[in-house]
């Protein structure tokens, strides 16, 4: 507010009866309100106020001096007189339950047994190896008698025949195959199925020798050497023995 | 009280410089500069005079935890009433509740019996008991003004600092304050409300 705004207003409060009136009643109340604040003072007096700082630092430093404490003794109240012989008896407890614990492992109880070695009796190793030589004996005899009737029916009119590419790579795998049996087949002791196939590995041999191109004579003979033999017919034999010797 | 405002802020600092390092002597001058001012403003608030003390005694309680967090530049005076005015209300919400009528009457008899009274003329001894039964029908923040104001005899800004508020608000807050009251005791006040 402005002097110029202060000196209007006081101007107006003085010749205005009700604003006067309103400003004094104001005055008034403000003056008993300071006279209360003073009267509470007053009552100020009453209280002891050196006492009364002292009474509050002890407490401040009491409190204080509890607050530094307090931890470690939180810390020992566990380990205090009166949760000794709790102490003792957990101690005692966990003493025994060890040495229980000690005595029990030592006797076995919770060792696991050794897991058992596999074995396998000597009688049931060579059923294996029967099995395995019969299976390789039949793919090896079916494969030959594919090849081999082949070349009986692949004669041409003019008397020549001719082994196609597929055969003629599938005799090669079959001489390389028989390497493979030949042990299996002695192991086995199956003397008659490696007669045969030593006929057959024999066929393929000379087959082998000669060019995928016959002449006729070389077809005749190869195909009179089968006849002669009869190894298609010992083939199918074998085959249905060896099926119904299945282990 | 006059002393108190004249305190050098220096010697405030130092005070509570040697507190902070345990210095029970400090501390204790400290008590005895701050105890009534911090007591009025919770006794205005409590209107009980042993709860007051309670709060006084918990107020530096408080303040010797708070020493090391105290900024040097911060009003002392402000911050410690700052503290005595929350517990306080602290102290008001949890205790007081449905008894504020009840302990309004008891404290007002409670003033009349401590201050000494007989030299004041029966009217303004009237006038003060109502003025002090009205007080608690100001609301909160009003009525810690008019205390601060008018018993603690605090300026409009150290009450600002106190209740963390602006200096205008708290004028405002305190026209308000004065206003109620005018309305409530105009025939008290020999005037037509």
Known sequence: MSDRDREDTRHHIETCPA????????????EGADSLGQNMKEALA??????????????????NTRAQIEPKQERMWLFGPRFRPVLAGLLLGILVGAAAMFIT????????????????????????????????????LEKSQYVLLELAQ?????GDCRLTEAAARETRELLSKKKYLNPQLEKARMAKAKAICDQIELLFYELAQVSESLTPVQCRGIQDLIEEKDILLKIKLLKKELQESEV | MEEL??????????????????????????????????????????????????????????????????EKDRNFQAWLLQIAKNL????????YGKRREMEADRSVEELQLAADDRRSNPESSELRTVISRNLERLGERQRL?????????????????????????????????????????????????
Not at chain 1, 50 to 57: F, P
Not at chain 2, 5 to 16: A, D, M
Not at chain 2, 58 to 67: D, V, W
Not at chain 2, 88 to 95: E, G, L, Q, T
């Open chain 1, 19 to 30: 604003c006067a009136d309103e400003v004094r009643t104001i005055e008034r109340l403000l």
């Open chain 1, 46 to 63: 009453g209280i002891d106020w050196d006492a009364q700082a002292e009474k509050i630092v002890s407490a401040v430093w009491k409190e």
């Open chain 1, 105 to 140: 492992y030592r006797s076995g109880v919770f060792r696991k047994p050794p897991a058992e070695a596999f074995f396998a009796s000597s009688e049931f190793l060579g059923r294996v190896d029967q099995e395995m030589a019969r299976r390789e004996t039949l793919d090896y």
């Open chain 1, 154 to 158: 692949t004669q041409t009119e003019g």
């Open chain 2, 5 to 70: 405002r004249t305190t050098p802020h220096e010697h405030i600092s130092t005070l509570l410089e040697k507190a902070g390092e345990g210095d029970r002597q400090a501390f204790k001058d400290l008590v005895s500069l701050y105890q009534q001012k911090v007591f009025l403003l919770a006794y205005s608030i409590l209107r009980n005079r042993e709860d007051a003390l309670d709060v006084v005694q918990e107020t530096f309680m408080r303040l010797y935890q708070k020493l090391s967090a105290y």
């Open chain 2, 88 to 95: 306080s209300i602290d102290f008001y919400r949890k205790h």
């Open chain 2, 145 to 193: 003004i008019f205390v601060m104001k008018h018993f603690n005899g605090l300026e409009y800004r150290e009450i600002a600092e106190v209740l963390g508020i602006s200096v205008g608000t708290v004028k405002s807050l305190h026209f308000k304050a004065v206003r109620n009251l005018k309305n409530w005791l105009s025939p008290q006040l020999g005037m037509q409300p």
